[in-house]
């Protein structure tokens, strides 16, 4: 889908994927901002709070709970619409809070696009694209990870059109787990913590989704 027909989506309906967070993203990163270390960046200052990178942010459901979570957050989309609704939600949350997330219209396929790291964590939820568009993007995003940083990459799987329920149907831009792993490579510079298949409770049968969680080596 192109920019416009998410903007036309988001238009709709109040919020489409909801306010709650998603929960597995919830399950792997709850208390993460304790643990994840906090390296001086290339400024050689060490960030005050963990730094997040939420790709295809949507209307912001993961970056708001990031940064009531004690993250720094920067959300991307080339959805103008879905950011404002994010934004909107962001102004009834404390000052604080909202002044801990930064929004970007940009279209990630964009090369040009600039997204800088370095990233305590980088989420990249039900963004679904062709596989050489998702390869080049992941590989990206590995590499704007801090060291000790957090990959974790959720979408519809390729068996859920046949086993599961609901998302897109074109298997042009479903993946399964290893295919994000095989896009990451053996020079990515990640370890793989996590490379399944999972299953999601939705108002019909089990959704199938692909999850990958991977951890950014430190340098030797
Ligand atoms: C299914 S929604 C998921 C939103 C969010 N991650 C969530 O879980 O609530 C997919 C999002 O990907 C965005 N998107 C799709 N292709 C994109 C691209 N090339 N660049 C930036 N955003 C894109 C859409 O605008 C949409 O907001």
């Not at 309906?13 to 909801?18: A, D, P, Q, Y």
Request: one cysteine or more; glycine letters at 10%; a negative charge.
């Amino acid at each position: 889908m192109k920019a416009a027909e998410w903007d036309a989506r988001y238009v709709q309906s109040e919020l489409v994927w909801g306010a709650p967070p998603n929960s597995t993203v919830v399950e792997y990163v709850h208390g993460l901002d304790r643990r994840v270390p906090r390296l001086p960046g290339p400024d050689g200052q060490t960030p005050e709070l963990p730094r997040a990178l939420d790709l295809a942010c949507g209307e912001g459901r993961n970056a708001l709970w990031l940064a009531t979570h004690g993250w720094q957050v920067h959300g991307i989309d080339f959805s103008q619409v879905g950011i404002d609704k994010g934004r909107t939600v962001a102004t009834r949350l404390s000052r604080s809070i909202r002044e801990r997330i930064t929004w970007q219209c940009a279209d990630l396929t964009d090369s040009e696009a600039d997204f800088d790291g370095p990233r305590e964590l980088v989420l990249m939820v039900f963004l679904h694209l062709p596989a050489a568009e998702r390869r080049a993007l992941l590989r990206r995003a590995a590499g704007l990870l801090a060291p000790g940083g957090v990959l974790l990459v959720l979408g519809h799987h390729s068996d859920n059109p046949a086993q599961g329920f609901g998302g897109p149907q074109d298997p042009g831009i479903l993946f399964t787990s290893e295919d994000v792993v095989a896009d990451l490579g053996a020079d990515s510079g990640v370890e793989i913590d996590t490379a399944r298949r999972i299953s999601r409770p939705t108002e019909g049968r089990d959704a199938i989704d692909a999850l990958v969680v991977a951890t950014k080596s430190a340098p030797e």
